[in-house]
């Protein structure tokens, strides 16, 4: 029989809550948790802990929650817990002092197949650039990013009207089966370790910014609609119209065209339609949000503003 490891889980939002919870329910031995700092949240901006700290005390588990990593105090907690293996899921970049620490090492969970989409934002970027798959990876943590020896890997599709909303759920699900799956490996000393294949075509999988989520309306409808789904509902991509600053949420390529016009021009009939010129066609917006108000429908935008 397979030793039990001790294990430190170290993750931040509700990604990571489903493998922590995974671990725990199957009995692994989870000895403490690490998350990030309680921070200010709502119109209160009352202290509001991580997710994966809420679910850690629901378990009665210790928790660390270090503003930085290399502070000796913080060193020497995490070192008393003597841990075989540390297990990361979407938490942040780890110094070698960190990742180092335990015998056997430490594994991170990544939303691409590896080696593509390294980076803060893989799920986004699979979507964006119209993949129609996408997975999830586990791997040892080296020096250089996303770049480890893979241990295990599993396909998900992507759905013609998926966003990165509904694929994020469906990876936080099938990554959680693939920690546990690697933890119960490495217990049992059957685990591959395969070195990342070397390639010329990677995609990357930079982190998003407010610069590089406003729309270009002067690509191909198909792609703009792509960039909407990748980036639904978080961040989300936005664009003005007559100056007025709009998160969109979801569009749909139109079948009429109301006019000749240039990319980025707007037509609205006012009461039901907003429709925004691409460069081979015009799409209409079907869910947005202007600055101020909440997420609506077009109709539902005309219906008390007029553009």
Known sequence: MSQPLRVVFMGTPDFAVAS????????????????APDRPSGR??????????KAALAADLPVLQPE?????????????????????????????VVWAM?????????????????????????IINGETETGVTTFFI????????????????????DTAGTVHDRLMERGADL???????????TYPRTPQPASDNLKAAPKLSRETTEINWSQPATQIRN???????????????????????AVSIANESPYAAEPGKAYTDNRKVIMVKADDGWL???????????????EEFLRGNKL
Request: aromatic fraction near 10%; glycine fraction near 8%.
């Open 20 to 35: 922590l919870q995974r671990l725990l329910g199957d009995g692994c031995q989870v000895v403490a948790v690490v998350t």
């Open 44 to 53: 209160g901006l009352q202290l509001t802990p991580s997710p994966v700290k």
């Open 68 to 96: 930085k990593l290399r502070d000796p105090a913080f060193l020497e907690m995490l070192a008393s817990y003597q841990a075989d293996l540390q297990v990361v899921v979407a938490f942040r970049m780890l110094p070698e």
């Open 102 to 126: 335990p015998t056997i090492g430490t594994f991170n969970l990544h939303g691409s197949l590896l080696p593509q989409y390294r980076g803060a934002a893989p799920i986004n970027w699979a």
């Open 142 to 161: 080296e020096k250089e990013i996303d770049t480890g020896q893979m241990i295990f890997q599993d396909q998900e599709p992507i759905y013609p009207d």
């Open 179 to 189: 920690v546990l799956k690697t933890v119960r490996a490495i217990e049992a000393g």
């Open 227 to 249: 960039f909407v789904r990748g980036l639904s509902p978080y961040p989300a991509a936005w664009t003005t119209i007559n100056g007025k600053f709009f998160k969109v949420y």
């Open 284 to 298: 209409a917006l079907e869910s947005l949000q202007a600055e101020g108000k909440r997420r609506m429908t077009a």
